[in-house]
């Protein structure tokens, strides 16, 4: 089995990618991970595989790992789920994806020849010989000397137009069949451009470049509709809400995002969490941050899975280590510092109570809503 290194669908990985520190990144990660596949305990492969996932989101080899271990444990939906993500994230190991054994059984798939030919692209728009992303005895290159910091920009006002919505808006969606609830934070540009997770600097240049998905979108009779990049196209009804800046399309409710007045106001407990249920199989993750007025924070995650058929059940479960530091908010970018001076930067913005504007109620953070609660006792 061969491994590259290493965005958002509710399963087993991402659930268990709770477990593991944003700063913490243990060397030889990606071996270990080899060698837990190699002795087919796929499960810690997987927890493994997404704690990865969840430090560096767009690596595109990280998602690749993931498609084979989902391909091994007999899961070739989530398979093929993560081999699309790994594509658009710009994966480019052509070869590697023809002749790896570990998808053999995800090649006769009919969404398999669509991944296949993003990959070539990918790999024609950037020859290069094999990634050095692959996992091979090499030494470690040495990272560039960090850009020069330059302010970035802000979004555009949110508010609906007569040409649809602009600037940012929080997306909400509950799938029935799994019982959870999709959260994704959206930014319509005022050029006519939409951006799905989209990161702190909102220049076109800088969204551009980023992974998430993006496109164009347009508004006509009463219908939204959207040309993704990859050349898929969504549209549906475009309903506006009673206070004129949020709506509804595609299943979704879109509420709209201001930014934050004052960061020194958001102090607190928070919690937010994820959760999915397939029949037989569920979990949840839990996220717990702890944003304290003198600058401090703690940071802690949690992850559960159970599978119970007619002949057996498996329960896994996990807790990180809470993380532990300073904090510091600006605009739309709240920044965790941990102990050993490393950084980790997330889009968050606070939402206000509606009974009480003074007091937040919800934080966004880590790309999911966190609710503002009593610390629980010690």
Same mark, same amino acid.
């Given at each position: 089995?061969?491994?590259?290194?290493?965005?958002?669908?509710?399963?087993?990985?991402?659930?268990?990618?709770?477990?593991?520190?944003?700063?913490?990144?243990?060397?030889?990660?990606?071996?270990?991970?080899? *060698?837990?596949?190699?002795?087919?305990?796929?499960?810690?492969? #997987?927890?493994?595989?997404? *704690?990865?996932?969840? #430090?560096?989101?767009?690596?595109?080899?990280?998602?690749?790992?993931?498609?084979?271990?989902?391909?091994?444990?007999?899961?070739?939906?989530?398979?093929?789920?993560?081999?699309?993500?790994?594509?658009?994230?710009?994966?480019?190991?052509?070869?590697?994806?023809?002749?790896?054994?570990?998808?053999?059984?995800?090649? *006769?798939?009919?969404?398999?020849?669509?991944?296949?030919?993003?990959?070539?692209?990918?790999?024609?728009?950037?020859?290069?010989?094999?990634?050095?992303?692959?996992?091979?005895?090499?030494?470690?290159?040495?990272?560039?000397?960090?850009?020069?910091?330059?302010?970035?920009?802000?979004?555009?006002?949110?508010?609906?137009?007569?040409?649809?919505?602009?600037?940012?808006?929080?997306?909400?969606?509950?799938?029935?069949?799994?019982?959870?609830?999709?959260?994704?934070?959206?930014?319509?540009?005022?050029?006519?451009?939409?951006?799905?997770?989209? $990161?702190?600097?909102?220049?076109?240049?800088?969204?551009?470049?980023?992974? $998430?998905?993006?496109?164009?979108?347009?508004?006509?009779?009463?219908?939204? +509709?959207?040309?993704?990049?990859?050349?898929?196209?969504?549209?549906?009804?475009?309903?506006?809400? #009673?206070?004129?800046?949020?709506?509804?399309?595609?299943?979704?409710?879109?509420?709209?995002?201001?930014?934050?007045?004052?960061?020194?106001?958001?102090?607190?407990?928070?919690? $937010?969490?994820?959760?999915?249920?397939?029949?037989?199989?569920? $979990?949840?993750?839990?996220?717990?941050?702890?944003?304290?007025?003198?600058?401090?924070?703690?940071?802690?995650?949690?992850? +559960?899975?159970?599978?119970?058929?007619?002949?057996?059940?498996?329960?896994?479960?996990?807790?990180?280590?809470?993380?532990?530091?300073?904090?510091?908010?600006?605009?739309?970018?709240?920044?965790?510092?941990?102990?050993?001076?490393?950084?980790?930067?997330?889009?968050?913005?606070?939402?206000?109570?509606?009974?009480?504007?003074?007091?937040?109620?919800?934080?966004?953070?880590?790309?999911?809503?966190?609710?503002?609660?009593?610390?629980?006792? #010690?």
């Amino acid at each position: 089995m061969r491994f590259t290194r290493g965005r958002r669908l509710i399963c087993l990985g991402v659930l268990l990618a709770a477990v593991g520190g944003t700063f913490a990144q243990p060397a030889g990660d990606l071996e270990k991970m080899v *060698q837990l596949v190699a002795a087919r305990q796929l499960t810690e492969a #997987r927890t493994l595989c997404a *704690q990865l996932i969840e #430090r560096e989101p767009a690596e595109s080899g990280h998602r690749y790992n993931l498609a084979c271990i989902e391909a091994l444990s007999g899961f070739p939906t989530l398979a093929l789920d993560s081999l699309e993500r790994a594509a658009l994230l710009g994966f480019k190991e052509s070869q590697l994806l023809q002749e790896d054994e570990d998808l053999s059984t995800v090649r *006769q798939s009919p969404r398999f020849p669509a991944v296949a030919q993003r990959v070539r692209k990918n790999a024609e728009s950037a020859p290069a010989p094999m990634s050095a992303s692959v996992v091979a005895a090499r030494p470690p290159s040495t990272p560039p000397a960090p850009p020069a910091a330059v302010a970035p920009t802000l979004p555009v006002a949110t508010g609906l137009s007569a040409h649809g919505p602009v600037g940012l808006q929080f997306m909400t969606r509950f799938w029935a069949m799994t019982g959870s609830l999709e959260q994704v934070l959206w930014y319509f540009s005022a050029d006519g451009r939409v951006y799905r997770e989209p $990161g702190a600097d909102f220049s076109r240049s800088a969204l551009d470049k980023q992974a $998430g998905e993006k496109g164009a979108y347009s508004l006509a009779g009463g219908q939204l +509709a959207i040309s993704w990049d990859d050349g898929t196209k969504t549209s549906s009804a475009f309903e506006p809400d #009673r206070s004129g800046t949020g709506f509804g399309w595609d299943g979704a409710i879109f509420t709209p995002v201001k930014e934050p007045a004052d960061w020194a106001a958001v102090s607190g407990y928070f919690e $937010g969490g994820a959760s999915f249920s397939t029949g037989r199989a569920s $979990g949840t993750s839990v996220s717990a941050l702890t944003l304290l007025a003198d600058g401090s924070f703690v940071w802690s995650r949690s992850g +559960a899975v159970t599978s119970v058929s007619t002949e057996s059940g498996v329960y896994a479960g996990s807790i990180g280590a809470p993380t532990q530091g300073t904090w510091k908010g600006a605009g739309y970018l709240l920044t965790l510092i941990g102990p050993d001076g490393r950084q980790a930067d997330f889009v968050s913005f606070p939402l206000m109570d509606r009974r009480d504007h003074a007091k937040v109620a919800m934080l966004f953070f880590n790309g999911s809503m966190h609710l503002r609660k009593d610390p629980p006792r #010690r």
